[in-house]
């Protein structure tokens, strides 16, 4: 890319940090730093020594300054107000997942962008972890075969404060939108159904629905579990889950962090009950832009825009993710499967 872009950076919160330091990297140039509490606002021009004015709505800073790009890292309820004032003055935008609240909002940021001839994605960065782009080579080189079923395991006893603990569905609405997203992209394929069942264990530090275990159909029959929690206090596992990849003829195994382990059967040569299997040779490297959570999302973003090479998380494809998040909560809610569409 050569280019330099503009970008209007809208949320100044935690999270916001890591954008600006992608932003930064990439050659984006902040034009506008807008947050309600001007404060948040104030200390990220501070920290990343940004020259750019500062404001306390985002109508004052569009009408105020030039740029080509909103940067939407507003909490999840405003993303449907902040999108489509900037898509509807003209600006590409990449927001924080997730996409909306609900497929019809996020059908209206949609329509929006097409109407406009504007990109509009979504950060969601998990699926650019070093460890998925790995796996998705080994996938790729065919050697468990077809995948049958995906296992996730997700345990972090976070104590965030703020607004997530007052969230209803918390796990499933906050988090679980990275796994499922992260399984789509390895299996290659959406949601079909989902049975899920979601509770507030005993002792929890949450509002609502701090655990959930998930059963989804997945393209071709794949099954895909997701059993998780955020208050189960011990052994946690790594942001990224624990992953058990199934296929017809071996398995791939991910502790989540460096560690993956393959095994596939070699021939058909039996050894009392289990046929012979063969270690995976590790996967090569992948590309660096593909690996960087942020950095590569807003990478592709960017592309888009200037070599019309469609970022993989632009909201035509995200919503199938946001699907399975709200199709789970459906079915927690209803007792039983319900059907996934978007
Ligand atoms: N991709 C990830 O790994 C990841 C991790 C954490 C959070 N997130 C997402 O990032 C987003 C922000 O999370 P956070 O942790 O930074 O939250 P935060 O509460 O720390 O920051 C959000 C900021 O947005 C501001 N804001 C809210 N509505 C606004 C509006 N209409 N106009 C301008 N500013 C507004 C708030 O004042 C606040 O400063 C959320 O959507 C969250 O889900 C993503």
């Given at each position: 890319m050569t280019s330099k872009f503009a970008a209007i950076m809208v949320g100044c919160g935690a999270m916001s940090a890591e954008w600006i330091r992608s932003a930064k990297e990439i050659g984006v140039q902040i034009s506008a730093l807008v947050d309600l509490n001007l404060e948040f606002a104030r200390a990220r021009a501070s920290e990343f020594q940004l020259e750019a004015p500062l404001f306390d709505n985002l109508d004052d800073a569009i009408r105020t300054v030039q740029a080509e790009v909103l940067f939407d890292c507003t909490v999840p309820a405003a993303h449907i107000?902040?999108?489509?004032?900037?898509?509807?003055?003209?600006?590409?935008?990449?927001?924080?997942?997730?996409?909306?609240?609900?497929?019809?909002?996020?059908?209206?940021?949609?329509?929006?962008?097409?109407?406009?001839?504007?990109?509009?994605?979504?950060?969601?960065?998990?699926?650019?972890?070093?460890?998925?782009?790995?796996?998705?080579?080994?996938?790729?080189?065919?050697?468990?075969?077809?995948?049958?079923?995906?296992?996730i395991d997700f345990f972090v006893p976070a104590h965030f404060g703020g607004f997530r603990e007052k969230m209803d569905h918390i796990l499933l609405a906050d988090m679980a939108i990275h796994p499922f997203d992260t399984a789509r992209y390895l299996i290659g394929g959406n949601a079909e159904s989902v049975y899920c069942e979601e509770w507030n264990p005993k002792g929890s530090w949450w509002q609502h629905g701090a655990s959930?275990?998930?059963?989804?159909?997945?393209?071709?029959?794949?099954?895909?579990?997701?059993?998780?929690?955020?208050?189960?206090?011990?052994?946690?596992?790594?942001?990224?889950?624990?992953?058990?990849?199934?296929?017809?003829?071996?398995?791939?195994?991910?502790?989540?962090l460096e560690n993956i382990r393959g095994e596939y059967v070699k021939k058909e040569k039996k050894d009392g009950l289990f046929y012979d299997t063969q270690d995976f040779a590790p996967a090569e490297d992948p590309d660096p832009n593909e690996t960087r959570g942020h950095f590569s999302v807003m990478y592709q973003f960017l592309r888009d825009i200037e070599e019309g090479i469609p970022a993989e998380t632009r909201s035509t494809d995200n919503i199938q993710s946001l699907a399975m998040v709200l199709g789970a909560i459906e079915s927690a809610k209803l007792g039983q499967r319900v059907q996934i569409s978007v």
């Open positions: 107000e902040v999108d489509s004032k900037g898509l509807m003055n003209g600006l590409h935008v990449l927001e924080e997942k997730p996409l909306a609240m609900s497929l019809t909002e996020a059908h209206r940021l949609i329509d929006l962008a097409e109407r406009n001839k504007l990109v509009h994605a979504v950060i969601q960065n998990r699926r650019f972890h070093p460890g998925v782009r790995k796996i998705r080579r080994l996938l790729d080189q065919g050697l468990i075969g077809e995948i049958t079923t995906v296992n959930a275990h998930a059963i989804f159909r997945m393209t071709g029959g794949i099954r895909c579990t997701f059993r998780g929690s955020w208050c189960s206090e011990g052994l946690r596992t790594p942001w990224d889950s624990v992953w058990r990849i199934v296929g017809t003829k071996g398995t791939i195994c991910w502790d989540g």
